[in-house]
């Protein structure tokens, strides 16, 4: 059974705010990155991802907030991750993601930051 | 079978400095906290218990050189690092004692340095009637070789070398059976190409050499390969090299892999065991271990099923499978 993601977009002044919720492994990451690819070319100043609804996220997962980076520079889109669970803080600093990406505990300091 | 680590750095060797081994003492020191030992039985087994590795032990610095051993028949042997050295006299000893042949498989993953470094100080080459094969997905192996041997590198030329040398190119997309065992190579990411090897023994059990392989971010659809090739293996030696923050950044293109990439590939290819490998030489042993750890957490995040088993390869390190 494939899985999916569910998305929820919110625009903001000065930005916008993306989650999906479920698990970005193999089977949801190809969809994770061109979903979030997109946002990152139109999202204005910042693009928070909303993690509070992610489970974990695989390399693939990683890798695609890195696409999606790369995607969004041309636009001048920063991105900032939000609200990232145990699991997720956790993968996200062995990765050392939290070294290349802002990580707020809330929506309004992704986009403040 | 087993599999024995005789070098596991990458890019250069290193060696710990007077300074690194009087902390690692004064370290053990704080943590026997006055406790007498009968003998130096009683202290090694407090090291080995008490102690974490990186304390007690060292990773090591030679560089890449790994065996596969079936216990007989011919040697196989991955890479030439500087761990080879120590290779061939243990396995001239296994000869005299063991009456192994004479006779070394080689399967050089790429022709980088720090991967043929080590064949100038290969003692089998230098016996006569000693057989030497080199296999290498690269056509120009044998020039690799001669090249580091010429005068101005090396004072004995490759001509000199007594042993039956013999170069063999193997292509990708098909099996060898090579002494005891079934080989294929898998085409891997790295400047100037780099290989991956499957070892299949005759009961079934499989053993995967991957070094020096980046797993490019813009291509992650070939990771299905690169699963599909560590299918259900029971051991997977990896290039862990870097973060994965850092290998989609900064050392982007440099040709190397991360842990979090690697047990990914791993659980993907739901492999029994996976060896952290070809450590960063700006590493201490402390940095290792933590990587080693986190390694362990990551898995244990992301895992679906099945556990798979992270180790961390050190020279001396022996893998029974
Ligand atoms: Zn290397
Ligand atoms: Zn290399």
């Given at each position: 059974m494939a899985s999916t993601l569910e998305w929820q977009v919110d625009k903001r002044d000065g930005g916008t705010v993306v989650a999906a919720s479920g698990r970005v492994d193999e089977s949801t990451a190809t969809e994770f990155a061109e979903v979030l690819g997109e946002h990152a070319e139109t999202a204005g100043a910042r693009l928070v991802v909303d993690l509070g609804g992610i489970e974990y996220m695989s390399s693939r997962g990683l890798r695609a907030l890195t696409l999606a980076h790369r995607r969004g520079e041309e636009a001048g889109t920063k991105i900032a991750l939000a609200r990232p669970n145990e699991t997720m803080r956790e993968i996200l600093s062995i990765s050392?993601?939290?070294?290349v990406f802002p990580v707020a505990d809330t929506i309004e300091e992704a986009l403040a930051s | 079978?087993?599999?024995?680590?005789?070098?596991?750095?990458?890019?250069?060797?290193?060696?710990?400095?007077a300074g690194t081994i009087a902390d690692k003492v004064a370290d053990a020191l704080v943590a026997a906290n006055g406790r007498s030992f009968a003998d130096k039985a009683a202290a090694l087994a407090f090291v080995e218990d008490d102690l974490d590795f990186a304390t007690g032990r060292s990773y090591g610095g030679a560089t890449s050189c790994v065996e596969v051993d079936m216990g007989e028949g011919p040697f196989i042997v991955c890479d030439l690092g500087s761990g080879v050295r120590e290779l061939g006299l243990d396995t001239l000893r296994r000869c005299a004692q063991e009456g192994r042949p004479k006779e070394w498989h080689i399967f050089?993953?790429?022709?980088?340095?720090?991967?043929?470094?080590?064949?100038?100080?290969?003692?089998?080459?230098?016996?006569?009637?000693?057989?030497?094969?080199?296999?290498?997905?690269?056509?120009?192996?044998?020039?690799?070789?001669?090249?580091q041997q010429e005068e101005i590198s090396f004072p004995v030329?490759?001509?000199?070398?007594?042993?039956?040398?013999?170069?063999?190119?193997?292509?990708?997309?098909?099996?060898?059976?090579?002494?005891?065992?079934?080989?294929?190579?898998?085409?891997?990411?790295?400047?100037?190409?780099?290989?991956?090897?499957?070892?299949?023994?005759?009961?079934g059990k499989v053993a995967i050499y991957s070094t020096d392989s980046e797993h490019k971010i813009d291509q992650m659809h070939d990771e299905n390969d690169f699963a599909q090739f560590f299918g259900h293996a029971d051991l997977v030696v990896c290039d862990t090299m870097y973060s994965l923050a850092d290998s989609v950044s900064m050392k982007e293109d440099w040709g190397h892999s991360s842990n979090i990439v690697a047990v990914d590939l791993c659980h993907e290819?739901?492999?029994?065991?996976?060896?952290?490998?070809?450590?960063?030489?700006?590493?201490?042993?402390?940095?290792?271990?933590?990587?080693?750890?986190e390694t362990i957490r990551y898995e244990e995040l992301t895992r679906d099923t099945d556990a798979l088993e992270v180790l961390c390869a050190y020279d001396g390190l022996c893998v029974e499978l």
């Open positions: 050392r993601y939290d070294m | 079978m087993q599999v024995r680590f005789w070098g596991t750095r990458g890019s250069l060797p290193v060696a710990p400095k050089l993953s790429h022709l980088h340095w720090d991967h043929i470094m080590g064949f100038p100080f290969f003692v089998p080459a230098f016996m006569d009637g000693a057989k030497i094969i080199i296999h290498a997905g690269h056509p120009d192996a044998e020039q690799a070789l001669r090249r030329p490759f001509d000199w070398l007594k042993a039956d040398i013999e170069f063999r190119t193997l292509e990708t997309g098909r099996e060898y059976e090579i002494g005891e065992v079934t080989v294929s190579v898998i085409l891997q990411h790295h400047s100037h190409d780099s290989y991956g090897y499957r070892f299949r023994d005759r009961d290819a739901k492999a029994r065991r996976l060896a952290l490998f070809h450590h960063e030489p700006t590493y201490s042993d402390a940095d290792i271990q933590r990587m080693h750890e």
